[in-house]
């Protein structure tokens, strides 16, 4: 890194808490390395207390950009100057772009996570998925899934802070494209296998599987997974969730987080550089 920086590095920066644990500033820098360019990848502890402060210092540093994680990914918005469509739909950002101190925010979550299934051979254009969750990434995805063609979609989320946020999302995405939508309460187990059943896809998208929930499933019942079905996970760490685990055993094609990860990333490092993440290199230095 040291012989990579000049006088003319350019800074993009990731924002959230907690971030130490992040994969990204490795992915990017690499990346960066890889291709020959002038960035530098930084993560900083940012919360929502400071997060105005922040993105003004985007424009102040003249910074190409940053990511955003949680907390900050839906109270960023009003910080900004512009919204991809994707982001505006979803109500959320992960990614922001600065254009001569203008400041687009950009969300590829959803763009990570259908390349991801692309990658892992798995076609649901057209066919219905269920999904659990209704945080920042579950809204991506259920949002980017209906704009490229998922034919219906079953969501489950417990009744908490987000539950209103999912009926948000079911509204636009009813609204704004040919998907159909409907949104259950996760607790009712009835709608939930029925739903699986009829689903080419069931997606975990929320924090169950991972620390400190490591050792949970939202789905404990193995005859709620058919061998037909595809089950995936926007956890990648672990690479094998217990979900999953469940569902290889059924006989279950399985698709984890890594995916999703890896092309989000891909996704966010075009929109700063113009450039293509050699996403197989960095796949092969971050998971070998």
């Not at 360019?37 to 940012?46: G, H, N, R, S, T």
């Not at 907390?71 to 001569?100: F, H």
């Not at 704009?147 to 987000?162: Q, Y």
């Not at 490092?269 to 450039?275: L, R």
Request: aromatic share 6%.
């Amino acid at each position: 890194m040291a012989e990579r920086i000049t006088g003319h590095t350019e800074l993009i920066g990731l924002m959230a808490t907690p971030i130490r644990h992040s994969l990204s500033p490795t992915m990017h820098n690499e990346a960066f390395a890889k291709l020959g360019l002038d960035y530098a990848y930084l993560a900083f502890e940012v919360g929502n207390d400071q997060l105005e402060d922040a993105i003004k210092g985007i424009r102040a540093l003249g910074m190409r950009g940053s990511n955003v994680s949680m907390p900050n990914k839906q109270v960023v918005l009003k910080y900004l100057d512009k919204l991809s469509p994707a982001a505006e739909m979803v109500g959320a950002v992960n990614t922001i772009v600065n254009d001569d101190g203008i400041l687009t925010g950009h969300i590829t979550d959803g763009t990570g996570f259908m390349l991801g299934l692309k990658q892992a051979d798995v076609n649901i254009i057209g066919k219905k998925m269920t999904l659990c969750g209704a945080g920042g990434a579950a809204t991506a995805v259920c949002i980017q899934a209906a704009l490229d063609g998922v034919k219906e979609l079953s969501i489950f989320n417990r009744k908490d802070d987000f539950y209103k946020n999912a009926q948000r999302t079911v509204a636009v995405i009813n609204e704004k494209t040919d998907c159909k939508a409907t949104l259950y309460d996760i607790e009712d187990k009835v709608s939930l296998r029925r739903e699986i059943l009829e689903s080419a896809i069931f997606t975990n998208a929320t924090g169950v599987g991972m620390k400190p929930l490591q050792d949970k499933s939202l789905i404990t019942d193995s005859t709620m997974l058919r061998p037909d079905l595809i089950v995936a996970d926007t956890v990648y760490a672990p690479i094998e969730t217990v979900l999953l685990k469940l569902a290889r055993e059924q006989g279950c094609k399985t698709v984890n987080g890594l995916g999703m990860m890896l092309w989000q990333g891909a996704a966010a490092f075009k929109v700063w550089t113009d450039q293509e993440m050699p996403v197989d290199y960095i796949k092969g230095l971050l998971f070998k």
